[in-house]
Each structure stands twice: as structure tokens, then as C-alpha cells.
């Protein structure tokens, strides 16, 4: 159980494109998931929060413009790099927590999101 | 505010060694603490959890003690084996919003 699915796996494109990145929970609901960006060989850095049919909190330093979030259902959040540049290259993941369990339970993670611009 | 601080870098034991990986976290409230692992290309897999004080984590032979006290987590194994090699993660959670704090991750490297 607690299987979270990630979308595309893998997005080469040209810059100034803009990438959607899907995420899912298949067994479970989710009222929050998290979106985070990974650098090769460094942590797991949360860039936003999203919370069902509400706006996403963004963490300090993530420009809310560049990096769309869509939360519309309770299965469902989506983020989308907007008019994505070479910088904008990462590994993003995606995270969510069973809507029914406490803030203190574990989130289960997507399989990431390899997005190179060229 | 929250934070973890982990073994950092690369640890390198051969096949049958013991292991210990360091954690340590602040915090004003009452966390839960858990250990994730990455494999190369993948997202994170949550590997051991203890949700109080004094439970104890365990997951395929690694255990993990939830120590108030000390407020450590170590990763801890009596013997290594290879197909262990991986990044691992020290994460505390239980914040408002129920977001993570992470170390910045230990690469187990397990020699044959």
C-alpha cells in the first residue's frame, strides 16, 4: 500500500518550454503533498507545500511564478515549470501523506522526475 | 527551529562490518524520526520509523532507537552486506503541515 506515482520519469526539452510534472496517489487519499528538488549528491530540499483545493505554501526563496502548483483533487498534484531554463535542471519529487493519519506519520515518495533543459 | 544532522559524506565498511550512522535533531516539539533510503534514479523509500521515545526503529536487520534524551537516532547494523549500499537519510517529522527535516544523507558503500 501507499504508493505514489510520478510523471513523467524523464523530460529533455528545449528552453523556454514549460514541463507539467504529475503526481498521485494510487491506494490512498492525500489532502497534502510535497514537491522537493534534489541536486546530485545533496538532500532533499522542499521547495512547496500543496494542500487540497487550497494554495500551495512555497518555502523561502522559490518563486511561486516559475514553479506552478495545482492541487484539485485528493489524489492529485501537479507542478509545472514555467518557461524552464538549463538552471531549472533537477531531480524533483513529489510526496504525500494518507489524508486519515496524523502530521507525524511518514510521507511516501514518488520516483522522481529527471527534468534536463537544454 | 527543526533540524537533522547526519554522518556526512561516504561511508565506506566491507561486507560483514558493523555500522553505525549518526543522527542528531533539534527540535521544540515532538517529533517523529525516521530513516529513508535512495536508490540511484529513485525517489526516497521510507526504511525505519519510531513515532515516540524510546521505540525502537527496525528494517532488514538495521535498527534504530528513538533516544529523547541524547535527541539521536543512529542507523545502526551488526553486518553489512553490499546489497545495502545506498544513500540514507535522517528525517524528522511531526511539524505543523507534517513536513520532513532531512539530514544530508550518508552514502553507504558496502565493499565484497
Known amino acids: 500500500g501507499a504508493v505514489v506515482s510520478q510523471h513523467p520519469s524523464r523530460v529533455i526539452c528545449k528552453s523556454g518550454t514549460s514541463v507539467k510534472i504529475e503526481c498521485r496517489s494510487l491506494?490512498?487519499?492525500?489532502?497534502?503533498m510535497f514537491w522537493y528538488r534534489q541536486f546530485p549528491k545533496q538532500s532533499l530540499m522542499l521547495m512547496a507545500t500543496s494542500n487540497e483545493g487550497s494554495k500551495a505554501t512555497y518555502e523561502q526563496g522559490v518563486e511561486k511564478d516559475k514553479f506552478l502548483i495545482n492541487h484539485a483533487s485528493l489524489t492529485l498534484s501537479t507542478l509545472t515549470v514555467t518557461s524552464a531554463h538549463p538552471e531549472d535542471s533537477s531531480f524533483y519529487i513529489c510526496?504525500?501523506?494518507?489524508?486519515?493519519?496524523?502530521?507525524?506519520?511518514?510521507?511516501?515518495f514518488g520516483d522522481g522526475t529527471r527534468l534536463s533543459i537544454l | 527551529g527543526d533540524s537533522v544532522v547526519q554522518t556526512e559524506g561516504q561511508v565506506l565498511p566491507s561486507e560483514g562490518d558493523s555500522l553505525i550512522v549518526n543522527c542528531s535533531y533539534e527540535t521544540t516539539q515532538y517529533p517523529s524520526l525516521f530513516w529513508y533510503v535512495q536508490y540511484p534514479g529513485e525517489g526516497p523509500q521510507l526504511h525505519l520509523k519510531a513515532m515516540k521515545a524510546n521505540d525502537k526503529g527496525r528494517n532488514k536487520g538495521f535498527e534504530a532507537m528513538y533516544r529523547k534524551e541524547t535527541t539521536s537516532f543512529h542507523l545502526e547494523k551488526d553486518s553489512v552486506q553490499e546489497s545495502d549500499s545506498a544513500v540514507y537519510f535522517c528525517?524528522?517529522?511531526?511539524?505543523?503541515?507534517?513536513?520532513?527535516?532531512f539530514g544530508r544523507g550518508t552514502q553507504l558503500t558496502v565493499w565484497p
Open positions: 491506494d490512498f487519499q492525500a489532502t497534502t
Open positions: 510526496s504525500a501523506r494518507d489524508a486519515v493519519q496524523y502530521s507525524n506519520q511518514p510521507q511516501h
Open positions: 528525517a524528522l517529522g511531526g511539524s505543523t503541515l507534517g513536513r520532513l527535516y
